[in-house]
């Protein structure tokens, strides 16, 4: 409080708002501007179904709700019994049942018996190891191989791959199509995530520098190259037509029906393939949807296909390995993306939400590279450039993620892989004399 003596012969001090001495008073501009310097955005978080949850950075720790696999399966197509003594040479009888993936086999494989097994099935009891069907030679009620197998060969236990309760996914991570498929794996149906920075956007205060960093992106149909073999005129052909051609896939549990590849129970795709084999007709067509019971199973299918040239159709999402490494295809789906209605409020929403599916494209994955306001005004014009230009085509992607896969390699190393093999693609996106240096120290 300034107080003042009003009395005659009292003087007036200018001091009622003197500071301390050595302190000076901060110019406004200096002190909005330190101000603005200290201040960050701090975006608002909000709970989200998982499987809407694409492109989002969570905002919390996320933790597994049940193990996955959730139940012990086959890695493979073959025949499951109890392994105790094995020698060099096996003999199983035959049971007269299947183990199917997606449905519970309710008997007990006694000892010394064998039971037919397909691919992401749950081992029934009794059971405790598989062998390939490409190893057992099978005479009427009986099979036969040969060679030791290790107790739990060819399968998956429960828990292998995440055991209820580990950390998924730190804060701050942003949430990618594979995670899409662990998070419903592992029971999280509603996450923490940040709210995008759309007003950040519209304020410049961070910029859209790249809206296409890498090409060939997103989720749909595919097929091996080893049908374009067997059926050369499918080539160029689009979903739609190729949907009237079931006898190309048939299927093992039917041949005469046409054998579609969908996604494991559990995944947001499965409803959205589900949904799309209705909007289709694919049923009335002649086709089948198969459920591959999990990640292994779906990669399953593909290699064994692959491998053997065989035909396959079905969804999977790119880049991944599994698409560098088996050249897979992606086929046109021959008609648009329907409406962002059809697809969030039926499409992706289980079959009694979804009374009447429209047939639809899939709906089209984004990915940019932002830059802030800050490094738009003093990072540099050749910096900018170059986030402007790098954009990484689908097929390169696609071949480091096989590099990193089958080396057990970093990124770090494989973006050393790049600049060594890819000049082509690198090169457009720094100076010449950045490239000649980049170049030097390989």
């Known amino acids: 409080m300034c107080i003042r003596d009003r009395s005659k012969n009292s003087k007036i001090k200018d001091d009622c708002f003197a500071l301390p001495k050595g302190i000076n008073w901060c110019p406004v501009d200096t002190a909005l501007e330190k ?96 062998v390939l069907n490409e190893d057992v030679t099978l005479n009427g009620n009986q099979i036969f191989f040969r060679g030791k197998l290790e107790k739990g060969s060819n399968t998956r236990l429960a828990g292998e791959d995440v055991k209820k309760g580990d950390l998924l996914f730190n804060k701050g991570h942003r949430i990618k199509v594979q995670d899409l498929a662990l998070l419903v794996a592992t029971g999280v149906k509603y996450i923490s995530v940040y709210e995008p920075l759309k007003v950040a956007v519209s304020e410049k205060r961070i910029f859209v520098a790249n809206k ?109 390995s599994m698409v560098g490494k088996y050249g897979l295809i992606s086929v046109d789906f021959g008609v648009k993306f329907h409406s962002r209605d059809n697809w969030d409020n039926c499409i992706t929403l289980a079959e009694q939400d979804c009374a009447d599916p429209k047939p639809t494209a899939w709906t089209k994955s984004e990915v940019n590279s932002i830059v802030t306001a800050n490094f738009a005004k003093t990072g540099g014009k050749d910096a900018l450039k170059y986030v402007k230009k790098r954009t990484y ?41 950045a490239k000649k240096k980049i170049k030097a120290s390989l």
């Open 35 to 130: 101000l603005k310097n200290g201040l960050s955005i701090l975006p608002e978080e909000k709970f989200i179904p998982s499987e809407k949850s694409l492109g989002f950075i969570i905002s919390q720790p996320i933790y597994a709700l049940i193990s996955n696999p959730s139940f012990s399966n086959s890695a493979v197509d073959g025949y499951g019994f109890h392994c105790e003594n094995l020698s060099d040479e096996n003999r199983f009888t035959l049971l007269p049942n299947v183990a199917y993936a997606g449905a519970d086999f309710v008997d007990i494989v006694p000892q010394n018996y064998a039971i037919r097994i397909m691919t992401g099935a749950k081992l029934p009891k009794g059971v405790n190891t598989v």
């Open 212 to 320: 296409a960093p890498i090409t060939g992106l997103g989720e749909g149909w595919w097929i091996t190259p080893g049908t374009v073999e067997k059926h050369p005129e499918i080539k160029g052909m689009t979903a739609m037509e190729i949907l009237e051609h079931p006898e190309w896939f048939p299927s093992k549990e039917d041949p005469s029906k046409g054998a579609f590849v969908g996604c494991p129970a559990g995944w947001g795709c499965q409803l959205a393939n589900a949904n799309l084999f209705r909007a289709f007709e694919m049923e009335k067509k002649g086709w089948v949807l198969i459920d591959p019971g999990s990640a292994a199973g779906l990669d399953g299918t593909i290699s064994k296909a692959a491998d053997s040239g065989s035909p396959w159709f079905g969804y999977y999402w790119n880049p991944t």
């Open 393 to 433: 085509p689908g097929d390169v992607m696609n071949s480091m993620l096989v590099y990193m896969a089958d080396n057990q390699a970093k990124g770090s190393d494989a973006a050393v892989e790049v600049l060594k093999k890819h000049e082509g693609v690198w090169g457009k996106w720094v100076s010449s004399a």
